[in-house]
């Protein structure tokens, strides 16, 4: 197995130190609370000759994800990071990234959109960009944030997409944890060379970026975007199974936590999941076969799989730090819910809108959910969409 | 030890209560334990009250919510306990360490303590001020709070904390050596 060392560090920290590890060829950010450690740190190590990357500060977010798309077609490895009105303000870059199927890593540090303003954890940035044709991987703690942003650029690559790696603003991002961090060698190793297909600066092979592609081209394109999606699923995983032999850590398209034999589960993703284990290992002493399945990609969503752990459950409540303001159901629910139908007529399902702009989430709530499960699950009947710990 | 303890600071911006929970969390981690140290986040600015945490066990830590119920609480600041209720959600037997010239018996009148919950007290400003040459009571904190508890060894404690301002202070021995100091002495004066 492969040397680690054991530190303590924040999210932001961890991110960066992945970072620093891959030096990637450009950097273009700009900074935002809760992200801007990230972009920090990574130009001090700029600054110190740690890393040999061209860091670009530029004006705006809108403008770093610019700078990232050419430096890219140009042929080189690009990440950036940012947050929640800077994900928004790059939302246009972001679609292009995927068309033009550039493999560009971006942290997100999952923050609050305005209005009102809140600079606190939810997940209404990343949702916002879900179908920008970026693979999406949430973390639940630093450890997760630096493993998946290793795993990303290698993803990024051979899946010829780009990839936002995600944590909770605040919660994880400037939260101080016991992680393990990859020597240096082994991370380079880990990652290679990239060495991309088609780019700008072959000369040997020019190639037009960026073309207008009207009514003969233009739906094949993404009909080839949305394929490349489909089979993301089997790159990350294999890029997963390369990681958990070389440093032991084990990662798939989500995590299933004590649910194999459970009457009732959560479906979350992020810190919460880790809040949620502690509640479901307090039930399970009482007896209660309480079990939670973690969501780690959200894009390319695994809609067969999650039907699949999904089935036998009695009650499943999904847990949603965002809300679609559809007036119907929250994001992840909605995909869940989409995922079971064929499966599921019958399926008690509820929906639990929670943590929005940084709420605070308490296990006691968590715990409240199990119990409406418990309940429905007895024939009570429960509110299928609950905004929990709103003052109404 | 307990699976988990929790831990929770209250100072004003800029006395170091989140310096003071990372160096903690540092020094657990190199004795072997898992931890978490984070800060409130809120409008922070210079002498407003803040709070941070931190979360040491022998397991991994996935609990990710806020510290409601901390078995540990430390005061950086003496004028604090007028303003902020720092006993609020402590459970019996819980512990309040504050930095303050009274005594422990007049803390508990102050606070209306009348339970299980143990008071300490010791002079951080004081012993800050003679060891390093400002009232900086934040790493003085750290000696009284592993003399109150017991949570970790006192001297791979010390021994960590050296490391650590080694790397923040290479230009300025003498700031290590005052911190040193200050651990040390609030370590023997912290008074029960």
Request: charged share 25%; hydrophobic share 40%; aromatic share 6%.
């Amino acid at each position: 197995m492969a040397k680690t060392n054991i530190v303590a560090r924040t999210g932001n920290e961890a991110m960066a130190e992945a970072m620093r590890q891959i030096n990637p060829d450009v950097v273009a950010a700009y900074p935002i609370t809760p992200a801007t450690e990230i972009v920090q740190i990574f130009a001090g190590y700029v600054a110190d000759g740690l890393v040999d990357t061209e860091f670009v500060p530029v004006e705006s977010e809108h403008s770093a994800m610019s700078a990232c798309i050419g430096a890219s077609a140009a042929g080189g490895r690009c990440m950036t990071g940012t947050s929640s009105q800077g994900l928004a303000l790059m939302a246009e870059m972001l679609y292009i990234a995927a068309g033009l199927r550039l493999p560009i890593v971006l942290a997100d540090v999952n923050r609050a959109l305005s209005s009102p303003i809140n600079i606190h954890c939810d997940h209404s940035d990343t949702m916002m960009v879900r179908d920008a044709g970026w693979i999406q991987i949430f973390s639940e703690n630093a450890q997760e944030a630096y493993d998946n942003m290793v795993q990303a650029v290698k993803i990024a690559e051979h899946a010829k997409l780009p990839v936002v790696v995600t944590t909770d603003g605040f919660i994880i991002s400037h939260g101080m944890e016991r992680i393990e961090i990859i020597d240096d060698a082994e991370v380079k190793r880990f990652v290679g060379e990239y060495k991309p297909e088609n780019y700008l600066l072959n000369l040997d092979k020019p190639i037009t970026v960026g073309a207008l592609d009207l009514q003969d081209y233009y739906f094949e394109h993404k009909r080839q975007e949305v394929e490349a999606m489909k089979k993301a699923s089997a790159v990350i995983l294999e890029v997963a199974g390369e990681f958990s032999s070389k440093f032991g850590r084990s990662y798939g398209l989500f995590e299933k936590y004590k649910l194999d034999d459970a009457d009732c589960a959560i479906v979350a993703m992020g810190s919460t999941a880790g809040t949620a284990k502690v509640v479901v290992d307090g039930l399970r002493k009482k007896g209660l076969k309480a079990g939670l399945l973690k969501l780690r990609v959200f894009r390319p969503f695994p809609k067969e799989e999650i039907a699949d752990v999904l089935k036998n459950l009695k009650a499943i409540a999904v847990m949603d730090r965002s809300d679609s303001m559809n007036a119907q159901e929250g994001p992840l629910c909605l995909e869940v819910k989409a995922a079971m139908f064929d499966a599921s007529a019958k399926k008690i399902l509820l929906n639990y809108i929670y943590g929005l702009g940084g709420r605070e989430i308490k296990l006691e709530e968590i715990e409240g959910i199990y119990n409406d499960l418990f309940e429905a699950i007895k024939g009570h009947a429960k509110d299928k969409v609950v905004y929990l710990g709103v003052r109404e | 030890m307990k699976e988990l303890t929790e831990i929770r600071w209250h100072g004003r911006g800029g006395q170091g209560a989140k310096t003071a929970a990372l160096l903690f969390a540092d020094a657990a981690l190199a004795q072997g334990l898992y931890v978490q140290a984070f800060p409130e986040y809120g409008p922070e600015r210079m002498g407003a009250p803040v709070a941070s945490f931190d979360r040491i066990s022998s397991k991994p830590i996935l609990l990710h919510s806020g510290v409601i119920n901390p078995d540990i609480v430390i005061v950086l600041d003496p004028t604090l306990i007028d303003t902020v209720d720092v006993k609020e959600g402590i459970p019996d037997g819980g512990t309040i360490i504050i930095n303050t010239e009274k005594s422990p018996a007049d803390i508990k009148k102050e606070l209306g303590i009348s339970g299980s919950i143990k008071i300490y007290t010791v002079d951080a400003s004081r012993i800050s001020k003679e060891t390093i040459g400002r009232e900086i009571p934040n790493t003085p904190m750290l000696g009284a709070l592993i003399k109150a508890t017991g949570i970790l060894d006192f001297n791979g404690m010390v021994e960590d904390t050296k490391k650590k301002l080694e790397k923040k202070f290479k230009s300025k021995p003498e700031v290590i050596e005052g911190n040193i100091k200050a651990i040390e002495r609030a370590y023997k004066e912290v008074k029960s």
